[in-house]
């Protein structure tokens, strides 16, 4: 047992310093949904708090707690995902000890999450099977549900930032489950309970069947920021504050998301990344990387105006605007005249500006203005003269 924080710190000191041992990039410990006919299934992982390149002193006890409960603690696989035990939490409690009296509102975090596991009891449904001990070592495919979510926690929080994190195998280890609420629900499990579950009036009220659940359902929001729909953000977004995600058409996927205010009424697909003070406009659509951008990410710049129903496959600069209906991908064809190279060059002197360009040419090109003409149905570009400003009482 620590009983002062210089022997917690000593505690701390040997245990890094044993050859098995290891910092891990993310742990937590999380609380997980098992499948109603296959207990053995993960279908959701529940982190009341993850720690990402940070925290390493609470990682180091609760390695060396599990390693005492008789853990097999291996920390040269990528991920180690352990058991949870009485004994595990016991060894936790007792290394703690110098700080659980400190631990409140967003002091030893970590301290309060044990605190927390220690005055649950069997009478209040407490079943240790229900709880796993995580840890990521290496950022490499995941290898389990609990690391999965993990990840996408990691996300969600701003822990990580987008585009940062391996994400392969995410989807071979997700589940597709029926979601009532936050609560997943095994597909074969209402099959195999259908006719019962419908006679007798109890067959659930399902929100959506899908691997990955809603944003909401695990991450609180900034206070600042608005979601008036909860399946319009899914969880493993990234909503910064001031984020306003309308009802309708829009739509925020996973590893995708927003780097401030930003008015959303558009769909922001995988891996795309909208900049503070930008607008995406009713139906208007940044595409993900499997859906016409070449496989390469799309950014769109700040302060930048996506118009209604709108498409874009390539990168958008800072203060831009795309008209209603106005498809940019990387391989589209743009005119400019004269008038518009020289605005538009002595802007973005460092770019190369030409009569001519496709839409991958705009990267990291600021101020302009992309429309279609209504003769010819060429696609054109010219130098932006009207400034993108969200209405500050919205964000």
């Not at 607008?279 to 710049?301: C, F, R, Y």
């Not at 003769?375 to 400034?387: D, K, L």
Request: net charge negative.
């Amino acid at each position: 047992m620590a009983n002062t924080k210089e022997e917690f710190k000593q505690l701390i000191e040997d245990v890094q310093s044993q050859d098995w041992y290891r910092n891990p990039i993310g742990f937590g410990i999380a609380k997980v949904d098992r499948g109603q006919l296959d207990s053995s299934k993960i279908l959701q992982a529940t982190y009341p708090l993850i720690n990402w390149n940070e925290n390493n002193g609470s990682a180091a006890v609760l390695l060396n707690a599990l390693k005492i409960a008789g853990e097999n603690i291996d920390t040269t696989d990528s991920e180690l995902v352990c058991n949870f035990s009485d004994i595990f939490l016991e060894e936790a409690v007792k290394a703690f000890t110098p700080y659980i009296s400190e631990a409140k509102g967003e002091d030893h975090k970590n301290v309060q999450v044990i605190s927390a596991l220690a005055s649950l009891s069997v009478e209040n449904g407490f079943i240790a099977d229900d709880y796993k001990v995580v840890f990521i070592f290496e950022d490499e495919n995941a290898k389990s549900v609990e690391s999965a979510y993990l990840k996408l926690y990691a996300l969600s929080t701003g822990k990580a930032a987008l585009r940062s994190l391996n994400l392969n195998g995410i989807f071979g280890q997700l589940h597709n489950v029926a979601w009532v609420g936050n609560v997943p629900i095994e597909l074969d499990w209402l099959r195999a309970n259908e006719i019962l579950l419908k006679l007798s009036g109890k067959y659930p009220t399902i929100d959506m069947v899908d691997k990955f659940p809603r944003f909401l359902s695990h991450v609180i929001p900034a206070d600042n920021t608005r979601i008036l729909e909860t399946s319009k953000v899914r969880m493993g977004a990234q909503l910064a504050g001031g984020t306003t995600v309308m009802p309708g058409a829009s739509y925020i996927n996973f590893n995708a998301g927003t780097e401030g205010s930003v008015m959303v009424e558009g769909r922001i697909s995988s891996s795309a990344i909208v900049g503070a003070g930008s607008d995406v406009g009713g139906g208007a659509s940044i595409l993900g990387v499997l859906s016409g951008t070449d496989g390469v990410p799309v950014s769109i710049g700040e302060n930048t105006l996506l118009g209604a129903n709108s498409c874009t496959g390539t990168a958008i600069g800072d203060s831009c605007i795309l008209d209603a209906g106005v498809t940019i991908l990387p391989g589209t064809k743009i005119t400019l005249s004269e008038k518009a190279v020289a605005a538009i060059a002595e802007a973005n002197p460092e770019k190369e500006i030409k009569t001519l360009m496709r839409g991958m040419d705009f990267l990291g090109v600021n101020g302009v203005h992309f429309r279609q003409n209504s003769v010819n149905g060429q696609i054109i570009a010219m130098r932006s003269t009207r400034e993108v400003k969200l209405n500050a009482d919205l964000h």
